[in-house]
């Protein structure tokens, strides 16, 4: 009989061990946090394993309290037993009753996770280029410094707030032990900032940062020379991004490309490369979300300001019925109020649209799939009037995020 619950810090070396086995990596015991970890036991016996980061996820200029699970494995010998579906099911209940309203995954068993209410959400999008297509540029970059990290997280913030799906932690370890430093990736981590002041156009504050880069060396696609991998390359400026692109483009005597995670779009890199041809080649990779709480995941991510009006919308969601509605949306002013509804209640007459699966919505709510994708695969009526307010509630940049967790 298997028993769900917390694992105590001694059971960190079993954790690593299931971990290692599932992923081909090597662990040990003290690479394993076990805050946020829930486990499968059989008996004293760790056989599956999972984890909650916190985040805030980033959704038409609003943070959205987020969960992301990573790490969900099980032994072998005990796979095909259901075992990372309990495991899953209880960690998202827990999650949502301590008021995560999105839980945000990289699958590597999709159809588990789609049993689960996840759709796939966004992209994780990484752009390469020759380094002799960066402009040259000189301004002042300077190795991160001892105070610095409190500068790059709010430059950070400043950043994912015009873009949706970007998750941020706030945890400065999880900064300095993942997000800045690359562990197992490349060689020679670095991150380098720009500084800011309090005059420029992004309104960067007296002693911020104007724009910072987090990067590593690895093995070119060419076959010689090296490529300089950015995972966290950020401005704020104009003036920042010019020195950023400057500063990479010194590698250009060894180095022969440079690789980013950016917004699929490639700009603003991309239009400032002097390539004359095609020379981007992309590598687009997906990211799976699941919207734990309808109503307060609505209220709490942002809408077009521009954009007012009121929406009824069904949602199936067999894991969680409290989520099923139908919701009135009322949108005013780039935020969002929502009560249960009847039907016609906020629509003056008109039937509600749905009900909407909840791994489709939660596609919706990200802004992944579009109103109409969802009537080309059935979950929306060609017909209903209310596509029309719906697209434009939920138009923004397609969504994608740096982080890999």
Same mark, same amino acid.
């Given at each position: ?82 075992? /990372? ?39 994780? $999008? ?108 950020? /401005?704020?400026? $104009? ?24 917004? $699929? ?10 390539? =004359? ?19 307060? /995941? ?51 007459? =008109? ?55």
């Amino acid at each position: 009989m298997l028993d769900i619950h917390e694992p105590a810090d001694a059971d960190r070396g079993a954790i690593a061990t299931v971990v290692n086995l599932a992923f081909n990596i090597n662990l040990g015991p003290d690479d394993i946090s076990v805050p946020g970890t829930l486990c499968a036991f059989d008996g004293d016996r760790v056989v599956g394993t999972s984890r909650a980061i916190a985040f805030d996820q980033w959704f038409g200029g609003e943070r959205v309290p987020c969960t992301g699970v990573s790490g969900v494995t099980v032994l072998p010998e005990f796979r095909g037993r259901g075992v /990372a579906d309990a495991l899953m099911r209880q960690l998202l209940e827990r999650q949502r009753s301590t008021g995560d309203t999105v839980s945000v995954l990289y699958p590597a068993n999709s159809p588990l996770y789609r049993r689960l209410g996840y759709e796939f959400g966004g992209l994780w $999008p990484q752009f390469r280029a020759p380094v002799t297509d960066l402009p040259a540029g000189k301004g002042e970059v300077r190795e991160l410094a001892d105070g610095d990290l409190p500068r790059v997280m709010a430059c950070f913030s400043q950043f994912a707030s015009a873009h949706n799906g970007p998750v941020e932690s706030a945890d400065p370890t999880r900064w300095t032990e993942s997000v800045l430093a690359h562990k197992g990736e490349g060689t020679h981590q670095r991150t380098v900032v720009v500084p800011g002041n309090a005059g420029s156009p992004a309104g960067a504050a007296e002693g911020g940062l104007a724009g910072y880069a987090s990067y590593f060396l690895e093995g070119s696609a060419a076959g010689r020379g090296f490529r300089v991998t950015c995972k966290h390359l950020v /401005a704020l400026t $104009p003036s920042a991004l010019r020195t950023l692109l400057g500063y990479f483009r010194r590698f250009e005597n060894a180095a022969q490309e440079i690789a980013w995670l950016g917004a $699929p779009s490639t700009a603003p890199l991309g239009l400032a490369l002097a390539s =004359t041809g095609f020379a981007i080649v992309p590598t687009l990779s997906r990211w799976m979300g699941r919207v734990l709480d309808v109503p307060r /995941a609505l209220e709490a991510r942002g809408y077009p300001r521009a954009v007012s009006g009121s929406v009824a919308i069904g949602v199936e969601d067999p894991l969680f019925p409290a989520n099923n509605g139908p919701w009135a949306v009322e949108v005013a002013g780039g935020r969002a109020q929502v009560t249960p509804a009847t039907r016609g209640m906020a629509t003056g007459g =008109t039937t509600f649209a749905g009900p909407v699966p909840i791994g489709l919505f939660s596609a919706l709510f990200t802004g992944l799939a579009t109103p109409g994708d969802l009537v080309l695969l059935g979950a929306l009526s060609k017909g209903d009037p209310q596509l029309g307010l719906l697209s434009d509630l939920f138009a923004g940049p397609v969504p994608w995020m740096p982080d890999f967790f």
